[in-house]
């Protein structure tokens, strides 16, 4: 999600660097940019003009410091978990300037477990985009009890500058508004799953036929990562010890098989890479 988000912030104007410890995963990230913004322009949703100027505005490098040394806001977009979000705002926290405000776009881990890592967590919050972030519109932003009124003030801000839908959190929550619901949705289906009830063909099937769902659980599991969802189960597994929380049976399986969905070719359904 990361150069998603970045290429977002670079269409809506302001300048950007996209960062990544793999130079691998970078270069995809630049050769998306030199391909979606052209992409964009051929279909009319974009002119020539700020295509090129999009693209002007954003860099990539694989040095964290040249990244974020000078930046006012950084959004992280790691992998879900604490031990590396809490080493990267740490990093962060000594390279940015003292204004930086630093947002995490984690899914479920809650900025309050990861702020004291640095000096700043007033300026540390959650900023919660949604898969594909150049598409989908809502952003969760959620104050935290140490999160400062002008913080969230700026990143609301910066949401609607980015064309996007915040909704403001007064609270943090596990899991925030809307994957709180999906997880819901989510863990009964697979739990019919691996009682042998039905398919996940036919599950998916009823969601969208029955529900109106845009998309059924599994081909959104798909979609957002089965490693993310595994490694998110097993943070809050190992967190509670509540063994309702572990990862279902079939998510293990495909973890461990490395069929995490659509960046593999293969999940629950099989894709074209």
Known sequence: MGHQISLSAAMAGYKVVCTDINAEILQKAENFADTYLPERVAKGKLTEDAAKAARARIS????????????????????????IKRQIFADLDRIC????????????????????????????CNMHFFNPALVMKLVEVVKGAHVSDDTVEIVM?????????PVLLHK?????????????IRTEALYIHDM????????????VNALGHPM??????DLTGIDLSYYVSMERYQETGDPKYKPSPIIVEKFVKKEWGRKTGKGFYEYCK
Request: charged share 25%; hydrophobic share 45%; proline share 4%.
């Open 97 to 124: 300037p003292a204004h930086t405000i630093l947002a995490t776009n984690s899914s479920y881990i809650v900025s309050s477990k990861i702020c004291d890592a640095t000096g700043r967590p007033d300026k540390v």
């Open 216 to 221: 059924g659980p599994f081909r959104l599991l």
């Open 157 to 165: 801000g910066v949401c609607k500058k980015m064309g996007k839908i």
């Open 196 to 207: 042998g009830v039905a398919s996940p063909e036919d599950i998916d099937t009823a969601v």
């Open 60 to 83: 990539f490098t694989t040095d964290l410091t040249e990244a974020a040394k000078d930046a006012d806001l950084v959004i992280e977009a790691a992998i879900e978990k604490l031990a």
């Open 172 to 184: 943090e929550i596990y899991g925030f508004l809307v994957n709180r619901i999906l997880q819901a």
